[in-house]
């Protein structure tokens, strides 16, 4: 029969991975509900220097590179991942919900480090017990899933927000709808933290004695040359944001907001078959994939100033981010032991969040530039993406059939 072979080919996802998702769909509906009303607030109602809102974003996702690594390597140390994923979604969800009561811009900026924070806390825990939740050829699969969830919350949040605020608003009273909003996301935000208590922790003997050290993690030569070929490619990994500023020009403003959406319908359709592309052809081999799309999407918005090739940039860019957010895990998670899910997966987190930054910093500086015709940023961005993926091709072998190499 047909419908076994169909079964082995695609087993069930674990009832954590089942409950991650849920749990990633809430948070981001709250989340996405408040972000694109949070510069509006920030600055129109809190009266916040415009300066404000990038350090404001710089600072927290340097925090949530830097938490992540630290909870993932406490996760491994007491062995686990529970408790530190538990925390880190109770504080993202109390910082959401004390926005309706803040009075002054460095409230907001305060509320949203501790929001960033939290995520920082609970992302490596998390996915390192979503990876000893799942059998080795369903990993993909399963990270697929949750960043499916994900982009799907961060596609209802802004819609379910736009709703609210046309039926809070009253003309003059724009600072009561935004808090009026703030403080229902706070709803599905602690749903998200009450179904954590049906997660089921597994430790199977990891925290034994484990001792944490940097030497220990890059004697891994894979993994070291891993983090180094991230690294040159994050460098030049900009924001989403200035693929929508070199296209406003070409479709108009009025478009913006579609091709923004054909990104986020594109990586949410893509997420769960690019974690099948990890699992079926290896994670290394998806990885080379992603930094193709992405030099390919640059190009076309980079050289090819028409509404088709701008609409084909953000589709493959949602394609890129649905794979970049999925096979990095899976390859990770293939190189070590379950005991060291959480410090590997943290330092990449840290390595991919804090060379954010600068990144993005760059990517401002090159954009008045011109190189070959266009803003030199996307030139510089091409550049460390093919390096990346030379590099990445050559000096990290692929462990797609190995099974926990570094016990």
Same mark, same amino acid.
């Given at each position: 029969?047909?419908?076994? %072979?169909?079964?082995?080919?695609?087993?069930?996802?674990?009832? $954590?991975?089942?409950?991650?998702?849920?749990? %990633?769909?809430?948070?981001? @509906?709250?989340?996405?509900?408040?972000?694109?009303?949070?510069?509006?607030?920030?600055?129109?109602?809190?009266?916040?220097? =415009?300066?404000?809102?990038?350090?404001?974003?710089?600072?927290?996702?340097? @925090?949530?590179? =830097? +938490?992540?690594?630290?909870?993932?390597?406490?996760?491994?140390?007491?062995?686990?991942? /529970?408790?530190?994923? &538990?925390?880190?979604?109770? &504080? +993202?969800?109390?910082?959401?919900?004390?926005?309706?009561?803040?009075?002054?811009?460095?409230? =907001?900026?305060?509320?949203?480090?501790?929001?960033?924070?939290?995520?920082?806390?609970?992302?490596?825990?998390?996915?390192?017990?979503?990876?000893?939740?799942?059998?080795?050829?369903?990993?993909?699969?399963?990270?697929?899933?949750?960043?499916?969830?994900?982009? %799907?919350?961060?596609?209802?949040?802004?819609?379910?927000?736009?709703?609210?605020?046309?039926?809070?608003?009253?003309?003059?009273?724009?600072?009561?709808?935004?808090?009026?909003?703030?403080?229902?996301?706070?709803?599905?935000?602690?749903?998200?933290?009450?179904?954590?208590?049906?997660?089921?922790? /597994?430790?199977?003997?990891?925290?034994?004695?484990?001792?944490?050290?940097?030497?220990?993690?890059?004697?891994?030569? $894979?993994? /070291?040359?891993?983090? @180094?070929?991230?690294?040159?490619?994050?460098?030049?990994?900009?924001?989403?944001?200035?693929?929508?500023?070199?296209?406003?020009?070409?479709?108009?403003?009025?478009?913006?907001?579609?091709?923004?959406?054909?990104? #986020? &319908?594109?990586?949410?359709?893509?997420?769960?078959?690019?974690?099948?592309?990890?699992?079926?052809?290896?994670?290394?081999?998806?990885?080379?994939?992603?930094?193709?799309?992405?030099?390919?999407?640059?190009?076309?918005?980079?050289?090819?100033?028409?509404?088709?090739?701008?609409?084909?940039?953000?589709?493959?860019?949602?394609?890129?981010?649905?794979?970049?957010? *999925?096979?990095?895990?899976?390859?990770?998670?293939?190189?070590?032991?379950?005991?060291?899910?959480?410090?590997?997966?943290?330092?990449?987190?840290?390595?991919?969040?804090?060379?954010?930054?600068?990144?993005?910093?760059?990517?401002?500086?090159?954009?008045?530039?011109?190189?070959?015709?266009?803003?030199?940023?996307?030139?510089?961005?091409?550049?460390?993406?093919?390096?990346?993926?030379?590099?990445?091709?050559? *000096?990290?072998?692929?462990? !797609?059939?190995?099974? #926990?190499? !570094?016990?």
């Amino acid at each position: 029969m047909h419908v076994p %072979s169909g079964l082995k080919l695609f087993p069930p996802l674990s009832k $954590n991975t089942k409950l991650f998702g849920a749990i %990633s769909f809430l948070t981001d @509906v709250s989340s996405e509900m408040i972000f694109p009303l949070l510069p509006f607030f920030l600055t129109g109602v809190l009266g916040a220097p =415009v300066f404000v809102l990038g350090f404001m974003e710089s600072i927290g996702e340097f @925090v949530a590179g =830097v +938490s992540r690594f630290i909870a993932g390597v406490y996760s491994d140390r007491i062995g686990k991942r /529970k408790m530190p994923m &538990l925390a880190g979604y109770l &504080l +993202s969800s109390l910082s959401k919900g004390a926005l309706f009561f803040a009075a002054i811009w460095q409230h =907001v900026v305060a509320l949203r480090f501790l929001d960033r924070l939290g995520k920082g806390i609970r992302n490596a825990p998390r996915d390192s017990l979503l990876a000893q939740s799942e059998k080795k050829e369903n990993l993909g699969r399963a990270f697929g899933y949750l960043k499916m969830m994900d982009s %799907s919350g961060a596609t209802i949040g802004p819609l379910l927000a736009s709703a609210l605020l046309i039926l809070f608003f009253t003309g003059d009273g724009i600072g009561a709808a935004y808090r009026n909003i703030f403080a229902i996301s706070f709803i599905p935000a602690i749903i998200a933290v009450a179904l954590i208590f049906f997660v089921k922790d /597994k430790k199977d003997g990891i925290g034994d004695g484990y001792k944490f050290s940097f030497s220990a993690l890059l004697s891994i030569k $894979n993994y /070291k040359m891993f983090l @180094v070929a991230i690294g040159i490619f994050t460098l030049g990994q900009f924001s989403v944001a200035f693929f929508l500023l070199k296209a406003n020009p070409i479709v108009g403003l009025i478009m913006i907001p579609i091709i923004y959406l054909a990104y #986020n &319908l594109f990586y949410t359709i893509f997420a769960v078959p690019a974690g099948y592309l990890s699992d079926k052809f290896g994670a290394k081999n998806a990885i080379l994939a992603s930094f193709a799309l992405f030099a390919m999407s640059i190009a076309l918005m980079a050289f090819y100033p028409f509404i088709w090739s701008a609409f084909l940039s953000l589709a493959i860019l949602g394609v890129f981010m649905a794979i970049i957010e *999925t096979a990095p895990k899976v390859f990770i998670t293939r190189t070590f032991d379950e005991s060291k899910y959480g410090s590997a997966i943290g330092l990449y987190g840290a390595v991919a969040g804090i060379l954010a930054l600068p990144s993005n910093l760059i990517a401002g500086l090159l954009w008045e530039q011109s190189l070959f015709g266009t803003n030199a940023s996307f030139v510089f961005a091409i550049a460390t993406t093919l390096f990346a993926l030379v590099l990445l091709k050559f *000096t990290v072998a692929d462990n !797609h059939t190995v099974e #926990n190499p !570094h016990p």
